[in-house]
């Protein structure tokens, strides 16, 4: 079953999508050789639809989690007792970042050469490997990452049978738990069987929302995926807040945009505001956090603020 949007083509479209894929998947003995085909298929309509992702959706039948076409924002989720930017670890705080997105731009954001990687989260999750071995240290002292690998976009398909698969990632970061003040885990866009792992193991969810109108209107399906995770696979989980990014005052849709999300959700919005700053895309481009490629720059000034906000909002 999948919610579309009525009164389209978006339904059929997606329907040919999803036939598609099922076909390869029939057709292949190996479903791991196959995937980049799937992958391709499934990408050509999400540009044709406009689609970011997928959100999960609760079948009325028979209660069962299926997914559905989203359009929405990533979210990024942490693990008590903190949580964690790289602006937490210049704070003196000791911080693990997950990788859980198969681009795995934290990894490469973080100067880790995804090609010489030989243990990643793909390998904790599929293959039962120690978290603690795929452990990287960073360039900023009290900072280290499991690094992502492109083979992660296969691991969604591979843990489909495996047992407890939703709380995979959980089991895998607890005996990291009590070693660190903040786990961060950054998730992809699409809310697929990675991503609820993330909930699953997470005490609380960072909403970044893009200072755009199609942000916006993610919001109301995320926030009914983590309704569905609470109901069903961790009631602790909580809003830890929404955070506006790329924001530019000069423009007058993103001042509307912040005041369209701070009105109904008020103190769940961060104060501190992620600007728009040439200075993030140059920083990952070179492989450094922004606090070290230019510490005087909007963007790492931006996110030393966040760090210290979310500090202070957990003490």
């Known amino acids: 079953m999948f919610e579309t949007e009525k009164g389209s083509n978006r339904e059929e479209n997606y329907r040919h999508m999803a ?3 099922k076909i390869m998947l029939e057709e292949e003995t190996n479903i791991i050789a196959n995937l980049a085909n799937i992958s391709a298929v499934i990408n050509a309509y999400m540009d044709r639809l406009n689609w970011v992702g997928f959100y999960l959706i609760e079948d009325a ?55 010489e990687v030989e243990l990643s989260i793909y390998e904790c999750l599929v293959n039962g490997d120690e978290a603690a071995k795929a452990v990287v240290p960073t360039e900023i002292d009290r900072l280290e990452i499991i690094p992502s690998h492109i083979d992660l976009v296969g691991a969604e398909i591979e843990m489909l049978n495996m047992p407890n698969r939703e709380r995979i990632l959980k089991q895998v970061l607890l005996p990291l738990k009590d070693q660190y003040d903040y786990i961060l ?24 929302v893009q200072c755009e109108y199609f942000a916006l209107e993610g919001i109301s399906k995320l926030l009914n995926t983590i309704k569905i995770i609470k109901s069903k696979l961790n009631p602790d989980l909580e809003i830890e807040g929404f955070l506006l990014t790329m ?32 200075k993030l895309s140059e920083a990952s481009s070179y492989g450094k956090p922004v ?13 030393m603020q966040l760090a210290k906000e979310l500090i202070t909002k957990n003490n």
Do not use: W
């Not at 993330?198 to 960072?206: E, G, H, K, R």
């Not at 530019?248 to 700053?277: C, G, W």
């Not at 606090?291 to 996110?303: C, I, M, R, W």
């Open 185 to 208: 885990i950054d998730c992809s866009p699409s809310l697929g069987l990675i991503t609820v792992n993330a909930l699953t193991a997470a005490d609380s969810v960072l909403i970044p």
């Open 247 to 278: 924001y530019d005052s000069r423009l007058r849709l993103a001042n509307q945009i912040y005041e369209e999300v701070k009105r109904p959700f008020q103190d769940l919005v961060f104060d501190t505001v992620i600007q728009r700053n040439v």
């Open 19 to 21: 036939e598609a894929a």
């Open 61 to 115: 039948e028979n209660g069962e989690l299926v997914l559905g076409p989203f359009q929405g924002m990533p979210a990024c989720v942490r693990i008590k007792p903190g949580k964690g930017v790289c602006g937490a670890a210049v704070l003196e705080k000791k911080v693990l970042v997950v990788d859980a997105d198969p681009q795995a731009n934290a990894s490469s954001g973080l100067g880790i050469d995804i090609r």
């Open 291 to 303: 606090v070290l490629y230019d510490a005087e720059s909007k963007g790492a000034l931006n996110h």
